[in-house]
């Protein structure tokens, strides 16, 4: 090559490699990044009531711990998929320390830490700083999985790609057998003899709906403390998904659902925001009707757990690309 001619190639490199990551990049994503890795001895992490711990201290003797790597910054879709599937193999169970969440913060009765604070009912939930965690996985910007023992040994590394695929099943599996357990779709439970087929299947019609969650069992909330629930869909038809209207069976202030504001478009992901508060205590289920331009309209999503008395803040958060009923 001609002298003449580096200026030129270096400058062609350097444009290349300072492009950001396109989604199909993000979607070629690895799921099995590293067979393993190990962590310094001196690694440490905070527990639900605010103390640190070494990490080493807190997993489980004679056996490899299920860690979940979940942070608020990761896309929705990898979160709802790893934590949603962790619900396979611990809401029909009792609470167990074979399985610990390793997040960016600790539980709480808003936002983020509202979705750790129902996880933790069944699992323990740890707070990291993700400079102890290995940079390869981090910069993913995905949710992922491993086995951890006692001497911070990992293995198993697995980032989950979709909900329902080949891999995401088999590797949950394994870890409910690991621990004696089956999966459990407590969807499926609870829709059992009903129609599935416009939850759960793409039909021969024009346009249609896949809801990957209907039924959340959140456990004990505060009374008039403000919640909120996500519910993911997808368009699996060959039409534009239209929601023009839902209903919903609480009306007290601060029950609100948000809906896509336009159209969703063929193979397009979106979700359902439900916010919700327990006026009361004592069991509760909140109902609300979706109702779309799909086969099976209205679709019913169901929120159930138990109102306890304290007190709390309402906060109340708006989305542009959201309207609300």
Request: proline letters at 6%; one cysteine or more; charged letters at 20%.
């Amino acid at each position: 090559m001609k002298p003449s001619l580096y200026p030129i190639l270096i400058i062609t490199v350097c444009l290349f490699a300072c492009q950001p990551v396109t989604k199909q990049a993000k979607d070629n994503i690895p799921t099995c990044p590293a067979d393993s890795f190990l962590l310094s001895p001196e690694v440490t992490v905070t527990n639900q009531q605010g103390k640190k711990e070494k990490l080493s201290d807190v997993l489980v003797k004679d056996s490899s711990t299920l860690v979940v790597r979940v942070t608020d910054n990761h896309p929705d879709e990898s979160k709802h998929i790893a934590l949603y599937r962790l619900r396979f193999i611990t809401d029909e169970y009792p609470p167990t320390k074979n399985i610990i969440i390793l997040a960016d913060r600790l539980p709480a009765d808003t936002g983020w830490g509202q979705l750790l604070k129902t996880a933790s009912f069944k699992v323990r939930v740890f707070q990291i700083d993700s400079s102890l965690l290995p940079p390869a996985l981090e910069q993913q910007q995905r949710a992922y999985l491993f086995y951890l023992n006692k001497q911070l040994h990992a293995s198993k590394v697995y980032v989950p790609d979709s909900l329902y695929g080949s891999k995401t099943d088999s590797y949950f599996e394994q870890a409910g057998l690991v621990m004696g357990r089956t999966q459990v779709n407590s969807l499926l439970v609870h829709t059992k003899g009903m129609r599935k087929n416009s939850y759960y299947r793409s039909g021969s019609s024009n346009t249609d709906i896949y809801l990957s969650d209907r039924f959340v069992k959140v456990g004990p909330r505060n009374i008039y403390t403000r919640y909120y629930e996500d519910f993911y869909f997808r368009n699996t038809g060959r039409e534009p998904l239209v929601i023009y209207k839902t209903s919903n069976n609480w009306g007290c202030t601060g029950c609100e659902v948000y809906v896509p504001a336009k159209p969703v478009q063929p193979g397009e992901r979106d979700r359902i925001r439900v916010y919700y508060r327990p006026r009361q205590s004592g069991l509760f289920r909140n109902e609300i009707r979706v109702y779309s331009n799909t086969p099976g309209s209205p679709h019913t999503l169901i929120i159930s757990g138990t109102a306890v008395n304290s007190s709390g803040r309402t906060t109340t958060i708006g989305f542009s690309r959201y309207k609300r009923f």
